[in-house]
């Protein structure tokens, strides 16, 4: 898989087999990133965080995207370009936006793959009754701002792998630590050495030995 992080306005977007693509904190100009067309057919992930975006008007058609990362923007509509343009999103973020009402969210439902919508920290937050009636406005999705209807967290692979290395992490410790007898004999030789006064005595008399030894 490769990945493009890339400046707004920058040139090196014309590449057709990109799959993964990176644009945070570019500044869009009148909700557009300059070079961000219809060329980028093979793209599966896109990113556009905290970009300035107010309308996804002249987002271009990318029938393969899969996943649109849309977060800490000035976004309030217009969501039924998505299904246009990225029918195959099974995974939006539209968390940090200006989405208020159910109305505006209702446009997601021509998103037939959706399983799973972030709009954490958007005002429609405060409506009573949010989740449930999300849930069965958009009955497609699995998964609201991280957790099903049950209240289930999302699964995360990068959770999963870093779980993974503290268990491997711990064996290594166990391994490194040895079985516990072996601290049990050196701790019983060290206390049967540990009288400094014998220890003396015995250098003294063999010093005295050696001594008269040579004396003789």
Do not use: H
């Not at 208020?100 to 009573?128: H, M, P, R, Y």
């Not at 999300?134 to 957790?147: N, V």
């Not at 290594?172 to 014998?198: K, T």
């Not at 250098?203 to 004396?215: A, N, R």
């Amino acid at each position: 898989v490769e990945v493009v992080v890339v400046e707004l306005s920058s040139d090196s977007l014309s590449c057709p087999k990109v799959t993964e693509l990176v644009l945070d904190n570019c500044r869009s100009s009148n909700g557009e990133i300059e070079g961000l067309n219809d060329s980028f057919k093979e793209l599966e992930f896109l990113s556009m965080a905290n970009v300035e975006l107010t309308s996804l008007a002249k987002l271009p058609t990318l029938s393969k995207l899969r996943k649109l990362e849309l977060s800490d923007n000035i976004i309030s509509g217009g969501l039924e370009v998505l299904a246009e343009r990225c029918p195959n999103l099974t995974y939006l973020n539209l968390s940090g936006n200006k989405i208020k009402d159910l109305g505006t969210v209702e446009a997601l439902q021509n998103l037939k793959n959706l399983k799973s919508l972030d709009l954490f920290n958007c005002e429609i937050t405060n409506l009573e009754d949010y989740r449930d009636s999300i849930f069965e406005l958009l009955q497609q999705i699995t998964y609201l701002d991280g957790f099903d209807q049950e209240d289930n967290e999302a699964p995360d692979s990068e959770d999963d792998d870093d779980e993974e290395g503290d268990e491997e992490d711990d064996d290594e410790d166990e391994d490194e630590a040895g079985p516990p007898g072996e601290y049990e004999e050196e701790d019983d030789e060290d206390d049967g050495g540990s009288d400094l006064g014998e220890g003396e005595e015995e250098e003294e008399v063999g010093l005295s030995y050696l001594m008269k030894e040579e004396i003789q």
